[in-house]
């Protein structure tokens, strides 16, 4: 066991904060929040129960802790600040704190507090809607997920081999507080675990050797009373013959037209296997006899984008030109865009391509009542792209939503959290002013966003409906002037008789 010191103190401003986001905000939601430089987080709370939930199924973390805590303060509370070993703070994203037994509170609000450049922690703190009462309690359930952590062991494999991962992590649960109970479970995605930490069954409060093993999960604890900051390394690694489908941006267009009852939507992607590296040169001729018996590979064969019914005219290109290795299948009940690289991408090897499609603004786009005037309500997902059974994360997510010309009043009500937000002016063909383009960007995304949905208002009157016609009428117009024009134009060379 070994101590984290917790007392923090601010040196310089974190690069890139986070929080979560708010409806109706067109301002960047960016969390500033100086703590002095003798900061420690006051022992006002201690945790009574605690269980923590490690999955470690897909390429990526994704962490759910679910805990007890009680107010053993003289005076009401409303702040509870989580722990993080530095540098976990840029690599966690989506990190969402609820009330457990009233989800109708909603999301609470969150956000990253300064920190000491030569401090081993980082902190984010936790504001509840209400005050917590002395003696009271509450449970809260937190989720979120890690990138990046995850590290191919062996880090080289041969072309048929299966890859192994390593996770370092601890078996209590780091805390700002006291804990007096607690409890971890790590679920993997086979039995094949061929190493891992085992610890003495006097740290268990049960007297049993730690862990213990059902299956595919592994479970360490229960543990007694931990004092604050409280650390027991572990470590496991485990069968995971799966790409790590990794992409360092996504840029994602969605443009609305009114006049043509359309929603175009393009992603951008620039993507990266992280699973471990060919040991030897890429051999064509084997990876051809494997496609007999399709054994599992680290390798990223193919990308599997469902798409809303009714999507339709989808294409696929990458830096060469169209890709023909695509099959789309379209009917009532789904829509499914299949998309094949040039190449297999092995682990450390890149592919960077766009996907595209169109779809009937109906299904998206709600005209608010008259009394709301010209008001507008599009619902979107905030990110679509592959679904696949290994995840998909995403180092820098950029949305762009260009709505008509002449949209004002632009609001909105993010699901994830956002790192700035900002609205622009995009021209394309036939505009006069330009477009109003919402832009949102976030870090540490990851495919269960697929889920989520981004709501935008916006008003768009009449007369910024008629711009676009009267553009082309005015436009038309003048071609026909400027024909009779020229044609009046005396251009002989000789004199008239």
């Known amino acids: 066991m070994r101590l984290l010191i917790l007392i923090t103190a601010i040196g310089t401003l974190l690069p890139s904060t986070l929080c979560v986001s708010d409806s109706n905000l067109t301002t960047p939601l960016t969390s500033r929040q100086i703590l002095p430089p003798n900061f420690k987080p006051p022992q006002v709370f201690r945790n009574v129960n605690l269980l923590r939930n490690i999955n470690l199924e897909k390429g990526y973390v994704k962490e759910t802790v679910n805990v007890v805590i009680e107010n053993v303060d003289s005076k009401p509370q409303d702040e509870y600040y989580v722990p993080f070993e530095v540098g976990m703070v840029e690599k966690i994203g989506g990190l969402e704190v609820r009330d457990k037994k ?16 030569d401090s081993l922690t980082e902190f984010y703190r936790i504001t509840f809607p209400t ?31 299966k890859q192994y991962l390593l996770y370092q992590f601890s078996a209590y649960t780091t805390s700002a507080y ?10 993997f995605p086979s039995v094949d675990i061929p190493e891992y930490t085992i610890l003495p069954a ?24 931990v004092p604050a900051g409280a650390q027991e390394p572990v470590s496991v690694r485990y069968e995971f013959t799966k790409p790590i489908i990794h992409a360092t941006l996504l840029e994602r267009d969605i443009e609305v037209s009114h006049w043509g009852g359309n929603l175009a ?48 005219n989808p294409y696929f290109t990458d830096d060469i030109g169209n890709v023909s290795t695509s099959r789309f299948r379209s009917n009532l009940r789904e829509a499914n865009l299949e ?50 059974p290994e995840g998909v994360s ?10 008509p010309e002449g949209a004002t009043d632009v609001k909105f009500s993010a699901p994830v959290p956002l790192l700035s937000s900002s609205t622009s002016l995009h021209r394309s063909f036939m505009d006069t002013l330009g477009r109003t383009t919402l832009t949102l960007s ?31 009428v005015l436009g038309a117009m003048a071609v026909f002037v400027a024909a009779w024009g020229v044609g009046r134009l005396d251009v002989s060379i000789g004199k008239k008789t």
Do not use: C
């Open 442 to 472: 976030a870090m540490n995304v990851v495919d269960e966003s697929r889920d989520v949905d981004l709501i935008v208002t916006y008003t768009y009157p009449l007369t910024a409906s008629l711009r676009k016609p009267l553009t082309i």
């Open 202 to 225: 006097s740290s268990n409060a049960d007297k049993k050797e730690d862990p213990q093993r059902q299956g595919s999960t592994f479970t360490y604890g229960p543990y007694g009373e």
């Open 339 to 388: 998309v094949k690289p040039r190449y297999p991408v092995f682990g450390g090897w890149k592919y960077s391509f766009r996907i595209g499609w169109d779809a009937d603004i109906k299904q998206f786009l709600r005209k608010l009542s008259a009394s709301d005037g010209n008001g507008y309500v599009l619902k979107v997902p905030f990110i679509e792209g592959p679904k696949m």
């Open 394 to 403: 995403y180092e820098k997510v950029e949305v762009r939503v260009i709505l």
């Open 102 to 117: 009233d989800p109708e509170k909603g999301v609470f609000h969150v956000e990253v507090v300064e920190y000491d450049t």
């Open 265 to 312: 939507t393009e992603e951008r992607y620039w993507l990266v296997n992280k699973g471990a590296r060919l040991t030897n040169h890429f051999s064509r001729v084997s990876w051809a006899q494997s496609a007999y018996y399709s054994p599992p590979t680290v390798a990223l064969k193919a990308l599997n984008v469902p798409l809303k019914v009714g999507s339709l």
């Open 178 to 187: 006291l804990t007096l109970k607690q409890k971890t479970k790590v679920k």
């Open 131 to 161: 005050a917590l009462p002395p003696a009271s309690q509450i449970t809260l359930s937190m989720s979120y997920h890690v990138l990046s952590t995850l590290t191919p062991l062996p880090a080289t494999v041969n072309q048929v081999d």
